[in-house]
Nanobody
Framework: QVQLVESGGGLVQPGGSLRLSCAASGFTFSRYAMSWYRQAPGKERELVAR????????IYTDSMKGRCTISRDSAKSTAYLQMNSLKPEDTAVYYC??????????????WGQGTQVTVSS
């Protein structure tokens, strides 16, 4: 069974930091790009960050550029999102995503259940 389990969310004050984790299982982690998306109340889901399957390249949304870093640990099959200088507008449910192809060449798009991040004083 495929699983993406997010953790690390919670309540943080403006200017604070959080590190989100996404533990992956049930598929070949090394074949999948890993991403973090977020969805705030009344807003559409948006891409926050993405890292390629080999960890060699990353992209970030402009709204979080310079304030977050995506990484992955192949030994642990886990992706991370380090977020710093958090703002109230960063409040959202953050979702882990895995995208890639299995050994037969079929494309897959897996999602975690999300973890709540609330930035408030």
């Amino acid at each position: 069974q495929v699983q993406l389990v997010e953790s690390g969310g919670g309540l943080v004050q403006p200017g604070g930091s959080l590190r989100l984790s996404c533990a992956a299982s049930g598929f070949t982690f090394s074949r999948y790009a890993m991403s973090w998306y977020r969805q705030a109340p009344g807003k559409e889901r948006e891409l926050v960050a993405r890292i390629t399957s080999d960890g060699g390249s990353t992209i970030y949304t402009d709204s979080m550029k310079g304030r977050c870093t995506i990484s992955r640990d192949s030994a642990k099959s886990t992706a991370y999102l380090q977020m710093n200088s958090l703002k109230p507008e960063d409040t959202a449910v953050y979702y882990c995503n895995a995208q890639g192809r299995d050994r037969l060449g079929f494309s897959h798009d897996y999602w975690g259940q999300g973890t709540q991040v609330t930035v408030s004083s």
